[in-house]
């Protein structure tokens, strides 16, 4: 039997550039991946990660605006597809409690903070308001409760005099593909 029949079957939910899914699919090319990229879901049309994952012939949806539809027909996807994980990758919207506990898998997250600080938005902008050290990204189960959920990995990054948010966002950006193929392969 091939390897790759062992390895667990992920689903990525994204909302736009999908440099999180491109790096997560090239690790999943790698000899040390546990995982392999089999489905791809948008809640944005015109999304450039849906646009990678066509190219690649990885089953790509994207669904509607209504997050009721688009919970809907996801959970209908990821039953189909047995689907082993789910991870977001830039994926813009809060799933509902009723999802994360239909779903029975684990879903993880990428957030580019150093959780439990700056859930939510513009983390960036609030690490270099508050004259912070440090920021970093942060992989981490996904609950019903915004970006609350058990850690699994987290990485530093030091903010300098000179950074402001588009530098910061950047050098975090490196540090989020450094840390999730690795975060997800820990849980696989
Ligand atoms: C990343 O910083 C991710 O952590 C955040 O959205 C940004 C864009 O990610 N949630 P991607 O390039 O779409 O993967």
């Known amino acids: 039997m091939a390897i790759s029949n062992f390895k667990k079957k992920i689903a990525v939910f994204l909302s736009g550039e999908g440099s999180n899914l491109k790096n997560l699919y090239k690790f999943s090319k790698t000899k040390r991946s546990k995982f392999t990229i089999h489905l791809v879901i948008s809640n944005k049309k015109n999304a450039k990660g849906i646009l990678f994952s066509k190219s690649k012939k990885i089953k790509s949806y994207s669904i509607g605006k209504k997050m ?14 047995n689907i082993d994980i789910i991870c977001l990758a830039g994926f813009m919207r809060i799933l509902s409690k009723e999802f994360v506990q239909k779903c029975k898998i684990p879903i993880i997250n990428i957030h580019p903070s150093l959780l439990p600080k700056y859930k939510g938005l513009h983390t960036h902008a609030r690490a270099i308001k508050n004259k912070d050290q440090f ?26 005099k000179k950074d402001n948010e588009i530098t910061l966002s950047k050098k975090i950006l490196k540090v989020e593909h450094q840390i999730y193929p690795i975060a997800l392969n820990k849980i696989c």
């Open 68 to 81: 009721s539809v688009f919970e809907k027909n996801s959970l209908l996807l990821i039953r189909e597809e």
């Open 135 to 160: 920021s970093g990204c942060t992989a981490h189960h996904v609950t019903s409760k915004l970006d609350a959920g058990k850690i699994i990995l987290q990485k530093k990054v030091k903010i300098l």
